[in-house]
Each structure stands twice: as C-alpha cells, then as structure tokens.
C-alpha cells in the first residue's frame, strides 16, 4: 500500500459488535419471534448464536446481516449436551454467565487459548454472591468455567473497574433475580443493554453512578436495526484524519454518547469530524460520519475517557505515531486484559519500527510525527484490534508493513483488509 495524499470516498463498516452480540442474548430471552438486521456476522458474534443454540434457542440466519430468532422465554433454555466453546469472544463468556447463572442447570464453557488467559474474577465474586455456584481454573478466575446456576438473590454491587461487559452480566442475571439488583460505575461504560432492555419493556433505572434492573417475568420480541460499529469505523476515521486533504464519509454508524470517545480525541489532534443525518434506531443514536484530514497534533488522553473509547486506544496510538507532538494516554490498565496486553502489544510494534513511546502500567506515550522503518514485522498476538492499527498505520505513512495473524481480524470486521485496499490503491 503508498500513500497517495488525501482520500475521497464513501466506506461502509459492519454492524456493531456489542449491539449484535446484545441483540441476541436479549432475544433468546423474549418469548416469540425477534428480528434483528444489521447483525454483525463475525468470529465472535457468531459464538454467541453459537451458545444460544446449544441452549435450546432456534435462530434462522435470513440473510449473512438478518437472524430470526424464537425466544423459549426467560426460564425455558435447555441444558446443553456440551461443552460451550465461547473462541476469542469475551463478551460471549462474561455478559452469557448472567444469563447462564440463572439456569437450573450445569453449564461448562471455555474459549480459545487468547480467551483461556483473560480474568473472569470480574463476574465470578459478583455472581456467586447473588447465589451461583461457577468454578474454574486458578481458584475459579480463569476459563474453562464450570457454571452451576439457579435461584438469584438481588445485590448492590460497586464496581472497582468500569466495565460494560460485568455490568451488562449483573444486569441479565437481575432479571431472574429474587429482589432488584443495583450495579455502581466508577465510571459510565457503554449502556448499550441498558437501552435495550427499557426498550423491551424491563424496568431498569439509573440513578447517578447506579443502575438498577427490577426481575421481570417476561421480555417481548425485539424487533430492531443495529448501526454501524464505531470501533470499526475509527480506524478509517484515523487513517482519513492522518492524511491532510481527506475527506470520508462513512454512513449509518451508531454514536452512542458512551463511544465516541475516540472521536473526541481525534478533533482535539485536529481532525475535523462531523456528524450528519443524524437519527434514532433501535433506541441508539446514529449519524453519518464525515472526516476531514488535517496535520495531527499530539494530546493527552485522561483516564475519565477511557471508558468512553477503550477499543479505540490502538487506533488512537497509530494516529499519535504521526501527529506532531507527544500524545499520552492514562487510565487504560483494563487494556492489559483484553485480547492480548494491548498496551504492551501497540508498544512492542510501534518501537520495532522506530516509532519513539513507552508505556506505564496503565497506559502508553507516543511521540511523532515519526518515520517508520520499512520491512518491518509485527506480531498481532491474536488480537484483531492490534493487526489492523498497525495496518491502518502502515496505509497512512505509506511505508509497507508486514502484520503476522491478521486472520484475528475476522472475530470483528470480515474483510476490512480488503476495504482498506480498495482506499488507499
């Protein structure tokens, strides 16, 4: 790939990842016939249809983006004959174990080797305080998990660390719980369940930094449209924003106040980012996105932010390579658990080719605008949000850069390699 100056041109981005993956567990638990389009057709989505299926869920694939889903119910799944197997998917083990807690039944579900090495601790302690009985390995925080469900009580639970995923899990597992239960933020994560949720009809309040789910008896269909992902969607924003003259539109994408974090930042570096056509679908916001590319300047990223765009910080890093300046990110230590250590990982790839930074224990600094090397290698560790930074980096510096592993990106974004191409020949 060569730079050739600024880009022109529409790009579409698949449908979001955590709508999709929401979608169908909120569905499954509906009695009758939900409707989703827009689903994302991914590794990782397609594990959570995976487990709802071992579950006893019927879900006809419509079409590659539309699933039709028959909800048994909320107390109606079956136990499954197997061992669950969640692949890569985070969302998949830790927002299912809600729903799986409940069940008066065992369930075993494990993951891949990426997925066998990330913390569960995060949603065992709360979970087994509500009454769940979830063993695993290295005392119970590590998968494979064994998860022996049944009947919940209602707790108050403060988080130490902002989480969409635990808080989403507490959330499903409250709808079956004996009293209501009340999940604290330290800091607001994304409310994507929440939305979808009051959008079925269950009675979930926010409260300040507390959210509350009521139990309910039951959930009607849903009926509903994800947007476009805006964690894909921000390694074009970036590729477009670090090239002077560009100008993208990228249409349908969803911009829920709780993930534009990234987009934020970029404006704040100099990009010129706008939101147009702007609507409500499904209960979430979305725009079409329009960037204009300008020099780049570096910025400090605090850690009341994160939350706001923490899939977005590799994305962000590739454009602080190339901005004027020294760009500092803080807070972000839940990076160091996610697919890969991806702090360690953007860190380790942006040195090998000669791009100045360091990282902290809970975040990375990156100074530029630099001039990478040429012919270099860097390892993606299995993670896709990883291999298509440093290949976002590599189309705008138009130095060519071999990525090892970039079959991960398919857990998310099913032929952005492609796209990309097509930008940037």
């Not at 009695?31 to 879900?59: C, K, N, P, Q, Y």
């Not at 929440?194 to 009809?201: K, N, P």
């Not at 992902?229 to 539109?249: E, Q, T």
């Not at 060519?400 to 930008?423: H, M, N, Q, Y």
Request: hydrophobic letters at 40%; proline letters at 7%; one cysteine or more.
């Amino acid at each position: 790939m060569k730079r050739t100056g600024g880009l022109e041109g529409t790009v579409g981005v698949p449908g979001d990842k955590s709508i999709s993956h929401r979608s169908v567990l909120l569905a499954s638990l509906a009695g009758g016939e939900s409707r989703i389009r827009g689903f994302l057709s991914a590794e990782d989505t397609r594990r959570t249809v995976t487990m709802m299926r071992a579950l006893g869920v019927s879900i006809e694939e419509r079409s590659a983006t539309e699933l039709r889903i028959e909800g048994p119910g909320m107390r109606r799944f079956s136990e499954p004959g197997d061992v669950i197997d969640a692949g890569n998917s985070g969302t998949t083990i830790r927002i299912g174990a809600g729903l799986l807690a409940a069940q008066p039944f065992v369930t075993f579900i494990t993951g891949d080797p990426y997925l066998r090495r990330r913390p569960m601790g995060r949603i065992v302690l709360p979970l087994s305080r509500m009454g769940a009985r979830i063993t695993g390995r290295r005392d119970d925080t590590f998968p494979p998990l064994c998860i022996r469900g049944g009947t919940l009580q209602g707790i108050r639970y403060e988080m130490p660390v902002a989480s969409a995923q635990v808080k989403s899990c507490l959330l499903l597992a409250g709808l079956h719980a004996d009293s209501p239960v009340t999940v604290v933020e330290p800091l607001p994560s994304r409310d994507h369940t929440e939305r979808m949720l009051s959008a079925m009809g269950a009675r979930v309040i926010r409260d300040g930094d507390g959210i509350t789910v009521h139990p309910a008896e039951a959930l009607p269909p849903l009926t509903m449209q994800a947007p476009g992902d805006i964690s894909s969607a921000a390694f074009f924003l970036v590729l477009a924003a670090c090239l002077p003259g560009s100008r993208l539109r990228i249409p349908g994408v969803g911009v829920n106040p709780g993930r534009t974090g990234a987009v934020e930042v970029l404006r704040r570096m100099g990009a010129e980012i706008t939101f147009e056509s702007v609507r409500e679908e499904g209960g979430e916001p979305v725009a079409d996105l329009v960037v204009r590319g300008r020099e780049l300047v570096g910025t400090e990223v605090e850690p009341a932010e994160i939350p706001s765009l923490i899939d977005e910080v590799p994305a962000i890093c590739a454009a602080a390579a190339l901005a004027r300046g020294r760009t500092e990110i803080r807070g972000a230590q839940e990076l160091r658990v996610k697919e890969s250590d991806r702090i360690g990982a953007m860190r380790s790839s942006l040195s090998r080719l000669g791009v100045p930074c360091g990282e902290t224990p809970d975040g990375i600094w990156v100074e530029g605008p630099a001039r990478l090397r040429e012919g270099e290698t860097c390892d993606s560790g299995g993670d896709h949000r990883i291999a298509m930074s440093i290949l976002v980096l590599s189309a705008a510096s138009g130095v060519p850069v071999k990525v090892s592993d970039t079959s991960c990106i398919a857990t998310s974004f099913p032929g952005f390699e492609e796209r990309l191409g097509e930008l940037v020949r």
